[in-house]
């Protein structure tokens, strides 16, 4: 906390320091976990990801549903006309017309609960989930780059903002020597050779500020289309110090365990291997248990009033049937087989794709790292530059004065000192999007901004594994 506080205070006194009027100007700042919780809520690619995660948890209710009995109702009324043998038969005996017309009348109702299928619902029950579950870990991925979109575009329009600033203020000052070369010069006292020189270099400045200005609006539009709302008094923003690893083998061990890339790859290994148990499951025979019961009338021309044998027995065909089925399945052509094998290659598939994912992580935030050190190391010797030209301008101002330096010197002087300070606040903002990087490398970027994804995308949590 205390390393932030002076990261805070350092990056804010060189701020002042260029531009102290551009941030006395921000009362109501919008924050950089404000402007990733705007983009995380109405991006479009979030929503679709979260949409996919969802559909994916319904999946395992579908799955689920193989535990549960089936249940079937059926129903008919309608005309029936029979001519069969036994119809013709009772026609010529009681000599009557071979057709016979009826109205037929069905209901049935028929329930099944399968005992055993080889561990295949359970199997697919686990198949589902670990797929839910990456799904989900792949929302929190999105939102973690997403994130850092959000970062980077946050920065760069303060760095625009403050470039701009940079840039009126270098005119400014080339417009006062601007006007003193040009009063000597108009006495008589100055040289026609250095006005021109001075009027070259703040058309110049001018020219720096219509760059800086275009600028500014590219990163508004960016930043706009991102977060999905205008920028408004920004501040500039403070990495949390806690959360950044301390050294490149810390970060890597946080990556490896935390990185979401990386969970959706251990779930999708195991999503695979659950496919290939429930492959399995065509080996073994089904058991279930079927209880059904019918009610039926007049069916193949036979009615209530039918006459002859018929009439004892009636048309009506009542039925109740509780059985326990095996179904075996002994030849399959080799499709159990060969569906087993093409679940283990989605094994090896997983696995490769995982050891990708991992190399992926791991030069990532290894290039993280290395842009957060370097970066530290340059700032150190840009911010001797800045000194040098701050103490070299006063000392060229001095020197004018006393009459041993010309504005020229001044001028030159003045542009020296515009760099430098360019250059340090440009690498000052790209030491704090190389923290987010660094963060967001290690899977730690949304959690650092205090942006609680978990609760507002969390699963139903009633399957095993899924994030909480």
């Known amino acids: 906390m205390k390393n932030s506080v002076v990261s805070a205070l350092r990056i804010s006194s060189i701020a002042l320091a260029v531009t102290a009027n551009l941030l006395s100007a921000s009362v109501v700042a919008q924050s950089l976990e404000q402007a990733v919780a705007t983009a995380l809520d109405t991006n479009p690619q979030i929503q679709g990801a979260f949409n996919r995660f969802k559909a994916s948890e319904e999946l395992i209710n579908q799955a689920e549903a193989g535990y549960y009995p089936t249940i079937n109702f059926d129903a008919g009324i309608g005309r029936e006309w029979t001519d069969t043998p036994s119809t ?26 399968v005992i055993f299928s080889g561990f295949q619902i359970s199997n697919e029950v686990k198949r589902t989930e670990f797929e839910a579950i990456a799904e989900q870990w792949t929302l929190f991925a999105s939102a973690e780059d997403l994130a850092l979109d959000v970062a980077r575009a946050y920065v760069d329009f303060l760095r625009a903002e403050q470039f701009v600033a940079l840039a009126k203020r270098n005119l400014e000052s080339h417009q006062t020597i601007y006007d003193q070369v040009k009063e000597k010069t108009n006495s008589g006292l100055g040289s026609t050779a250095d006005l021109s020189q001075v009027t070259g270099r703040l058309a110049r400045a001018h020219s720096n500020l219509t760059s800086a200005q275009n600028n500014l609006s590219d990163a508004r539009v960016s930043y706009q289309r991102i977060v999905n709302a205008a920028p408004e008094d920004t501040r500039i923003p403070v990495p949390d110090a806690v959360m950044l690893p301390n050294s490149l083998e810390a970060a890597l061990d946080m990556a490896k365990t935390e990185h979401p890339t990386l969970k959706v790859a251990g779930n999708d290994i195991s999503a695979a291997k659950a496919q290939r148990d429930s492959a399995k499951g065509n080996y ?67 696995k490769s794709i995982q050891l990708s994912a991992y190399r992926d992580v791991e030069e990532g935030t290894t290039l993280a790292w290395n842009a ?97």
Do not use: C
């Open 284 to 350: 073994y025979p089904e058991i279930s248990f079927d209880l059904s019961a019918r009610w039926d009338d007049n069916l193949d021309g036979v009615d209530g009033s039918s006459f002859g044998s018929n009439a004892d027995v009636g048309g009506s065909n009542d039925e109740i049937l509780a059985m326990v089925r095996v179904n075996y399945n002994l030849f399959a052509g080799g499709a159990d087989r060969a569906r087993e094998r093409e679940a283990a290659y989605y094994i090896a598939e997983s």
């Open 88 to 113: 013709r038969r009772d026609a010529g005996q009681y000599n009557i017309d071979e057709e016979v017309e009826l109205t037929r009348s069905e209901i049935g109702v028929s329930l099944r609960q």
């Open 372 to 468: 957060r050190v370097f970066l530290k190391q340059q700032l150190q010797f840009l911010r001797q530059h800045v000194e040098a030209a701050v103490e070299t301008r006063n000392a060229y101002d001095d020197q004018f004065k006393l009459g041993q330096r010309t504005l020229i010197d001044v001028l030159d002087s003045e542009n020296e000192l515009f760099q430098a300070r360019r250059e340090y606040l440009d690498g000052e903002f790209d030491d704090i999007i190389a923290q987010y990087r660094l963060l967001n490398a290690t899977g730690q970027l949304l959690a650092s901004l205090r942006v609680n994804t978990h609760e507002v995308w969390k699963g139903e949590g009633n399957y095993e594994g899924g994030v909480k």
